[in-house]
């Protein structure tokens, strides 16, 4: 297994590899100011980026430049991303001198502190940048003093989704040093710091099951396949399990098949060393099948096919090997990795040795002997640092510069505490003087307190008596009112009485029927001053049900209605509430008087009665002469401004709506209207439902 492997799992979605990064680096990090940067725009600009570049890889960057352009202002964060997209291409396409132009340009975007204190996960990304570059070119020791400031940056924010990108790193160098035991734990890590991120992204799905694959190559380039295998059919179950969310986008599909082609020719490696054929052959066929029509997955199809040519070559199944050797042969002008043909070479020499072919066998050996000194000639290993050593002693380093600024920090406090102490003296001194100055006003200010205490006392004595009063004139004016229901309901009884008697004059009968509609609105405005105090501590409140009630008071009411050819109807739904029966079905006669009154002759209230959350809806509908602009917001006030005639020259006295108000908020309900002007009214009632 070689290089490739890692890092094509690593980055497993062949063609939203740019676009997904990009958006991975927008979801691991917290949201920061906005107020300069234009995420929406470059999101857009990104996916037609990509989608350009499909095409042609010039016309695709040629347009990003364009879109930064033409944008009247760029943010920060909105220059990070250009440069970061552009680095991570020429990082994938081993253009490391230009990555590193790339990484550079991130790196002076956050050369103020103040930046990097205020963007630290954007600028931890361009060191990491940084790290990457020395650590593809293999200097070690400077790839670790970038990943540490990042990590130093990473531990300012809260977000621990952004940990993955440390310990992936950790990884990455221990798998290039080979050390391959230590870097396995650290991609375990990076798979579980992933969990923390928006896991509902096909870029974070995609970076878990790399980061599985990479956990099980790493531990079977250690010599542990046990291990190996168990990472192998974890990252195969995260893809099966996690994965199928995902299925309903072509590309998605593509990506998800390219990614467990790796690691069925990742396992199969394995299977074959264990000694296991069968499986070994099942699952590299499978991963060839996969990744030999794939535009970007053709290497690593060749390097599975290796595999299977060795495990034919070693049961010598001739046939089968030559046939796969011819496919991979296809194949190599296609991707034109050395690495691969110096196998291919082998692999042929191994065949013509077996198969008794001494002059192909001779030409193979020769080339593969010179790609193999050509290439041990250019992997010039560096001297392998211990990552460990190397971050403490840069964490001693930090340290003994955080205790030097803290040195600093504990003379500049000493240098203000002399100035405060001096200061403190300094303010003593006033205060003292101040005192004896102000001890002349002391009894003045405190003569001052008892005039303002003795003016706050009449105050209270005043209101209080003004709030007896008030209950005086209340309660006079409630027996006036008693006394006066029955004389006046007398001469209404009599007057109706006396219009029944058929013989009476017409002269006569058009003064008792005046006498009749007089005595009528003057039992209506006894009735409304005897509840014009409203309060809870005059009512009894009982369990009623609120349908039952305003069914009364609607049949009460129809013979008033008909007189206008007016209908009521009515619709309830059985509803128990805790009330006053009587204080309510005033409400009620109140709401449904008003409609009668204010309405046209010919038309028809609505009366609805409807349960919902725990409370219950009364509505009263009117197609009447609605409520006018300007008595809106007095409608529910005493005051003779929204006294208004009824459509037949029906009295109004203007205490009806206020009085229902007060029974209302006594009940903890609520009332209201909505109204057009010459198009009608409803009022609402809302109260709690009884439980």
Same mark, same amino acid.
């Given at each position: +297994?070689?290089?490739?492997?890692? @890092?094509?799992?690593?980055?497993?979605?062949?063609?939203?590899?740019?676009?997904?990064?990009?958006?991975?680096?927008?979801?691991?990090?917290?949201?920061?100011?906005?107020?300069?940067?234009?995420?929406?725009? @470059?999101? *857009?600009? @990104?996916? %037609? /980026?990509?989608?350009?570049?499909?095409?042609? *890889?010039?016309?695709?960057?040629?347009?990003?430049?364009?879109?930064?352009?033409?944008?009247? /202002?760029?943010?920060?964060?909105?220059?990070?991303?250009?440069?970061?997209?552009?680095?991570?291409?020429?990082?994938? +396409?081993?253009?490391?001198?230009e990555a590193s132009l790339y990484a550079d340009s991130m790196l002076q975007i956050f050369n103020d502190k103040s930046m990097q204190q205020r963007y630290p996960q954007y600028y931890a990304q361009a060191l990491f940048a940084r790290g990457d570059i020395f650590r593809?070119?293999?200097?070690?020791?400077? =790839?670790?003093?970038?990943?540490?400031?990042? %990590?130093?940056?990473?531990?300012q924010t809260t977000d621990t989704c952004l940990y993955h990108e440390y310990a992936n790193r950790l990884a990455l160098v221990y798998y290039h040093q080979e050390k391959y035991l230590e870097a396995a734990p650290y991609f375990a890590e990076a798979f579980q710091r992933l969990s923390r991120c928006d896991t509902s /992204?096909?870029?974070?799905?995609?970076?878990?099951?790399?980061?599985?694959?990479?956990?099980?190559?790493?531990?079977?380039?250690?010599?542990?396949?046990? %291990?190996?295998?168990f990472y192998y059919d974890s990252a195969l179950r995260f893809i099966e399990k996690s994965g199928a969310k995902f299925l309903n986008v072509r590309d998605n599909v593509d990506d998800i098949q390219a990614g467990k082609a790796v690691i069925y020719g990742n396992k199969g490696g394995v299977l074959l060393r264990l000694g296991d054929t069968l499986g070994a052959e099942s699952l590299l066929r499978q991963s060839i099948d996969i990744n030999i029509h794939g535009e970007d997955e053709k290497r690593d199809a060749q390097l599975t096919m290796a595999k299977l040519i060795s495990l034919y070559l070693a049961g010598n199944r001739l046939d089968s090997a030559r046939s796969v050797l011819q496919e991979m042969g296809s194949t190599l002008d296609l991707v034109g990795d050395p690495g691969v043909r110096q196998r291919w070479h082998r692999l042929q020499w191994q065949y013509y040795e077996k198969t008794g072919q001494q002059e192909p066998g001779y030409t193979a050996l020769r080339a593969y002997i010179k790609l193999h000194d050509s290439l041990e000639a250019a992997a010039v290993k560096p001297a392998v640092a211990d990552i460990n050593?190397?971050?403490? %002693?840069?964490?001693?380093?930090?340290?003994?510069?955080?205790?030097?600024?803290?040195?600093?920090? $504990? /003379?500049?406090?000493?240098?203000?505490?002399?100035?405060? @102490?001096?200061?403190?003296?300094?303010? =003593?001194? +006033?205060?003292?003087?101040?005192?004896?100055?102000?001890?002349?006003?002391?009894?003045?200010?405190?003569?001052?307190? $008892?005039?303002v205490t003795a003016q706050h006392d009449n105050i209270r004595r005043s209101l209080a008596a003004l709030e007896q009063s008030q209950q005086n004139h209340y309660r006079m004016m409630k027996i006036v009112a008693h006394d006066l229901r029955n004389p006046v309901g007398a001469i209404s009884t009599l007057s109706d009485l006396m219009l029944m008697d058929p013989g009476r004059k017409a002269q006569d009968r058009e003064m008792v029927e005046l006498i009749h509609t007089s005595s009528g609105s003057a039992l209506d405005l006894i009735s409304d001053l005897l509840v014009l105090d409203t309060s809870l501590s005059d009512m009894e409140m009982e369990l009623m049900e609120i349908h039952v009630a305003l069914k009364y008071c609607v049949d009460l009411l129809q013979t008033k209605a008909m007189e206008k050819q007016q209908s009521i109807v009515l619709k309830a739904e059985p509803v128990q509430v805790i009330a006053c029966r009587e204080k309510i079905w005033r409400v009620f006669s109140n709401l449904i008087n008003n409609a009668i009154k204010f309405s046209p002759d010919g038309t028809h209230i609505e009366v609805e009665v409807k349960r919902q959350n725990g409370t219950v809806r009364v509505a009263v509908k009117d197609h009447g002469i609605g409520i006018p602009l300007s008595m809106q917001d007095k409608i529910f006030s005493q005051t003779h401004e929204v006294k208004r005639k009824g459509t037949r020259g029906e009295a109004s006295f203007g205490f009806g709506l206020s009085i229902s108000k007060q029974i209302i908020e006594a009940h903890n309900g609520k009332i209201w209207f909505e109204t057009e002007e010459s198009g009608g009214t409803t009022f609402y009632i809302e109260m709690k439902v009884a439980s």
């Open positions: +297994m070689n290089e490739c492997s890692l @890092f094509k799992s690593r980055f497993p979605a062949n063609r939203l590899i740019l676009l997904s990064i990009l958006i991975l680096l927008n979801a691991c990090t917290p949201t920061v100011q906005k107020t300069h940067e234009h995420p929406a725009y @470059f999101d *857009s600009v @990104f996916a %037609r /980026t990509y989608q350009i570049e499909q095409s042609s *890889s010039a016309a695709g960057l040629a347009y990003l430049e364009q879109a930064y352009a033409v944008s009247p /202002t760029t943010g920060t964060i909105d220059l990070h991303r250009k440069y970061f997209y552009r680095h991570e291409r020429c990082m994938r +396409m081993g253009k490391l001198q593809d070119q293999k200097k070690y020791n400077e =790839a670790y003093i970038y990943f540490f400031r990042g %990590r130093e940056m990473l531990l /992204t096909f870029p974070i799905f995609s970076y878990q099951h790399a980061q599985l694959d990479n956990t099980a190559l790493s531990y079977e380039k250690g010599g542990d396949n046990q %291990r190996a295998i050593k190397e971050f403490e %002693r840069m964490a001693g380093e930090h340290k003994l510069e955080l205790l030097q600024k803290n040195n600093e920090l $504990q /003379t500049a406090y000493l240098a203000i505490l002399v100035v405060l @102490f001096f200061a403190a003296i300094l303010i =003593a001194g +006033m205060v003292w003087h101040n005192w004896r100055k102000s001890r002349r006003h002391v009894a003045a200010l405190e003569q001052l307190n $008892q005039e």
